[in-house]
């Protein structure tokens, strides 16, 4: 026994298998992300002091196999199989079992020792399905210990046995497949013995009748005589199947995979629908669906706004004397005013941040861990097809309506790069909490609630059209659509604010400290008296083309920092927050609609350079600068004919 | 394509009927894909529903549910049970 008694776990898994309410139930708050090696993948590390020993647990993103279809699956395999961590922890969904046990066969083959976790056995049982886990144990040879992550039951036993993995010698054993598909992995295995790859024999035999693209590559350049060994393998393989070796070996899992859950499960079919079925039937209408899903999201967005609304004006009159209190205790010297900079950043921060984004962000996640969004996804697949997309995108949008930066984030969810960035300029143009702070703020309380709501159905035309474009001139084939479909559950308070926290996490850590920065540095150009000569230069464009007041053009750089300082810095430039006294219903219009579209944040802009380089943000900034200045003009020309 | 009797698209097949996978009219990545998420030939899929508007399809496999797209749903040749 080694003296520091350290153990190293990985949770390997499918996406809503519960794997992230396993890894935060083990790690709490001693966690931290990162990003893996020279990708734009989250890392996600945790540490868990447990009898004695010091565990790290590390959460593999979550895939549905070992091939090297995305980089997800490339990653996961390759930590497995370089870092050889002590124990892997197979969180499988219970009431999808058999399709799981695909995914572990794939992880067996890696000859890593292997705990299995059946998760949801709650939500199994309540379908009917009883599951033998001892017999499971006894047929793939690994410790199986039933579940219940939400309720934190069986978890413990998860880490009691990896304990007595790492501490004792218990031995695995690989699947077994068909006969002949045996004899050809056993030959291939013996010419493999002598290369040098950190891979296990038989691993590196299956991937070559698997025609796995990386193992060719690597064997390739060791001895590529194997190669043709192999490739008489797979002809003989074929020959037999009468199609790809390929998906002889897929088929091979998948019908061990069948004949194990058959020797374990029991099912006893209800007779009577379940509620969650009912509601599955009513949530996906081909009619009352969409009538739902418009419903239920207008009702959290009116909800969530009224509410932030009201606690906004409390935070307001909270912080109203603070300036002037700051002026007269800190002082107006360059570097007070550039402090008080700093204070009202992170003041404005948090008017954001609590009454609205936290609150939707809550909500969104209630809505997530029902399984009400796969549904909506599943709704609007086709829609979002239109723009080059699929469904998945659909959660970017909602979670960019929150802020821009997490919902730009989320699009790594998305399978390829071409998709990614589709999303992710899509997300730009859905208007943000501050966003909407400026449409209710001047809109919806001036010229009208349903003038405010034709602006959000004018931004979706708008980010259909962009989408429909952006997918034309990026070209390729859109991905199609493979979700699982989780059935509906009781949402589980601890994972929705361990998801809200994730979300909101990503705006305090990566949007506040560049906007409190850059607030600093526009406070500078403004003390060094250049902000006239910036409105000035900007007259032709705000007082000409858009006919709004010439100090729009200083709000509208303002802006770039946090869009909700245009109509904060309105109030003080125009020196009353009555705006109807000072602006038009047209020009609040015109307004809104430039600052809906006229450029990301910088916060979102510096998502967007780091996940597709500083050439693509760029590019996407000055199009849709000039896209705001057309369309606003467009708008303001088409207003005067109603007005 | 050779489209056999009895043989139909996946997308042709109504609410609640069940057909057996025959073939996969797509390229080797696709048939490996779906291959590897138990969607091999020989697999029994049910429709649940389908979207109107040439929307998604949602199916049952091997005891789950999953969301496939209209494409996909185009592309995968089943034989009526």
């Not at chain 1, 898994?13 to 708050?29: D, M, P, V």
């Not at chain 1, 405010?452 to 390729?476: C, E």
């Amino acid at each position: 026994m080694t003296e520091e008694r350290k153990i190293s776990i990985v949770l390997a898994g499918q996406g809503n298998a519960g794997k992230s309410t396993i890894f935060n139930y083990l790690t709490g708050l001693h966690q931290h992300t990162g990003n893996w090696a020279g990708k734009t993948i989250e890392k996600f590390e945790g540490t868990l002091y447990y009898k004695g020993y010091t565990i790290d647990v590390i959460d593999l993103p979550g895939i549905y196999s070992l091939t090297t279809y995305s980089v997800e699956e490339v990653i996961s395999r390759e930590y497995i199989i370089k870092q050889k961590p002590d124990v892997v922890i197979n969180i499988i969904d219970s009431t999808n079992l058999e399709r799981s046990l695909i995914f572990t066969l794939q992880l067996l083959e890696l000859e890593c020792p292997v705990i299995l976790a059946l998760n949801m056995v709650d939500l199994a049982r309540k379908k009917g399905v009883t599951i033998d886990s001892a017999k499971l144990q006894n047929i793939i040879n690994a410790p199986v210990i039933p579940t219940i992550a939400s309720r934190g039951s069986g978890l413990t036993d998860i880490v009691d046995k990896a304990i007595e993995l790492k501490e004792g010698n218990l031995e695995y054993k690989v699947p077994r497949y068909g006969k002949e598909i045996e004899n050809r992995i056993e030959d291939l295995s013996q010419y493999v013995k002598d290369v040098d790859l950190p891979y296990p024999e038989r691993w590196i035999a299956i991937k070559l009748l698997e025609k796995d693209r990386d193992i060719v590559t690597s064997i390739r350049e060791k001895d590529p005589r194997i190669l043709r060994e192999a490739g008489e393998a797979i002809t003989k393989l074929e020959k037999i199947h009468g199609h790809d070796s390929s998906v002889v070996i897929s088929d091979e899992r998948t019908l061990l995979a069948s004949h194990i859950t058959r020797e374990i499960v029991d099912i006893k079919p209800h007779r009577k629908l379940s509620l969650n079925e009912r509601l599955e039937i009513i949530t996906t209408h081909k009619v009352i669906g969409y009538f739902l899903m418009i419903l239920i999201l207008g009702a959290m967005f009116v909800g969530v706004f009224s509410f932030g609304n009201w606690l906004s004006s409390l935070f307001e009159s909270v912080f109203q004397n603070w300036h002037e209190w700051w002026n007269n205790e800190v002082g107006t010297t360059f570097t007070a005013t550039l402090g008080w900079a700093a204070v009202e950043s992170v003041l404005a921060l948090i008017q954001i941040a609590l009454p609205y984004i936290l609150p939707f962000y809550i909500l969104l996640y209630v809505l997530e861990d029902w399984g009400y969004i796969a549904r909506i996804s599943f709704l609007m697949d086709n829609f979002m097809h239109k723009m080059g997309i699929h469904g998945k995108g659909i959660i970017s949008f909602i979670i960019g309506l929150g802020c821009n930066v997490p919902g730009c984030l989320s699009c790594r969810i998305m399978e390829s790069k071409r998709e990614r960035f589709i999303t992710a300029v899509l997300v730009t143009l859905v208007p943000c909490s501050a966003v909407s702070v400026i449409i209710f703020g001047l809109v919806g309380k001036y010229v009208g609630i349903l003038w405010a709501f034709s602006l959000y159905l004018f931004a979706l035309i708008v980010i259909f059209l962009a989408g429909k474009l952006s997918s034309k001139f990026m070209g390729g084939e859109p991905v199609e659509l493979i979700m699982h479909m989780p059935d509906y559950k009781t949402p589980n308070l601890k994972t929705i604010l361990s998801e809200t926290w994730d979300a909101l996490k990503e705006f305090v850590y990566i949007a506040a400290p560049i906007v409190i920065i850059s607030g600093v540095f526009i406070q500078v150009i403004n003390l060094a008296g250049w902000m006239p000569a910036i409105s000035s230069f900007l007259s032709p464009v705000t007082e000409k083309w858009l006919g709004l007041p010439a100090v729009t053009g200083i709000l509208l750089i303002f802006g770039i920092l946090r869009k909700e300082l245009i109509l904060v810095m309105l109030a003080a430039y125009l020196g009353t927050t009555n705006f109807i006294e000072v602006l038009s219903p047209q020009q609040m219009i015109t307004l809104s609609v430039v600052s809906m579209f006229y450029v990301p944040c910088v916060a979102t802009i510096s998502v967007l350079w780091k996940d597709f380089g500083w050439k693509k943000a760029m590019a996407v900034c000055i199009l849709e600068i000039l896209f705001a200045i057309v369309i606003a003009g467009i708008v303001r020309r088409a207003l005067d004919l109603v007005f | 394509m050779n489209i056999n009797k009895g043989q139909v698209r996946l997308l042709d097949l109504e609410d609640g009927q069940t057909g057996i996978i025959i073939s996969i009219n797509g390229g080797k990545m696709l048939t490996k894909r779906l291959a590897d998420l138990g969607l091999s030939t020989g697999t029994k899929i049910k429709i649940l529903r389908k979207t109107p508007f040439s929307g998604p399809v949602q199916v049952e496999v091997r005891g789950s549910k999953l969301v496939l797209g209209r494409g996909l749903a185009f592309k995968i040749m089943v034989e009526i049970q």
